[in-house]
């Protein structure tokens, strides 16, 4: 090998170092980015998610969130400067990277509101019955009523209390389901047939004691047909000085 022809593969080699070196210090300052982008889509990809499983039950979805617009056009902006030169500088100039970040963030951010919403409003429209709160101020406090309303109590509390948690598979709804079954069949076995007489009695005693005026003839037949009688006894009140 010549004097000439050495120099020029020491040159060619000078040169593919200088290109590595670049390719390196370049992947080095991409490296940063593409853990951000990752990060940007497994957040993404978890809202994608929880769409995918409320659609597949029926539900009717959100609106799509109103950053998602914004998000795509400097997106649109980032894959075409990178398409012309793919150098991590044609994708951090103008604070596209930075905009993208945020438009991306604040999609997740109403992704989930949305979703969130959608979930909750299933949970609470499962079962259009009374709450126990409201039934409890209608209900006769029978003896039936009182134990079969902390049932219903329990039970209720149990599906409201889905809703606190995202859904991670039709075992949730299913769940949901369930309790909504579970409730209707306890409602059924109220007694609602009470006489408002005797419910007024019943209220009253159950506030502390009811006064002798609500013992009436129609209260006193009915605690003896319910065998109740002698369960109740009349005592004076406590008089303030």
């Not at 506030?207 to 369960?231: F, H, M, P, S």
Request: glycine share 8%; net charge positive; charged share 30%.
């Amino acid at each position: 090998m010549t004097l000439i022809e050495r120099i020029r593969d020491l040159q060619h080699r000078a040169q593919q170092q200088a290109a590595r070196q670049t390719s390196l210090d370049e992947v080095k300052k991409l490296l940063p980015l593409l853990q951000q982008a990752r990060t940007l889509s497994e957040g993404l990809a978890t809202e994608v998610q929880q769409l995918r499983l409320l659609r597949d039950q029926g539900l009717v979805l959100p609106n799509p969130p109103e950053a998602t617009g914004a998000a795509l056009r400097v997106l649109g902006r980032l894959r075409e400067r990178f398409a012309q030169e793919r150098r991590a500088e044609r994708l951090t100039q103008r604070q596209d990277w930075e905009g993208l970040q945020k438009q991306t963030q604040e999609v997740c951010k109403q992704a989930t509101q949305g979703l969130n919403k959608t979930w909750r409003d299933f949970v609470t429209s499962a079962y259009s019955g009374d709450n126990p709160e409201n039934l409890e101020r209608t209900l006769a406090p029978t003896e039936g009523n009182r134990a079969l309303l902390s049932r219903y109590r329990e039970t209720y509390q149990r599906l409201i209390g889905l809703a606190r948690n995202r859904p991670v598979g039709r075992e949730d709804f299913e769940k949901v389901r369930e309790f909504a079954r579970a409730l209707n069949a306890l409602h059924q076995g109220f007694d609602l047939n009470v006489p408002d007489a005797v419910s007024r009695f019943l209220r009253g005693v159950a506030a502390g004691g009811a006064t002798i005026d609500l013992l009436t003839d129609e209260v006193r037949a009915w605690l003896k047909g319910q065998g109740k009688l002698e369960a109740y006894r009349i005592v004076a009140g406590t008089s303030t000085p």
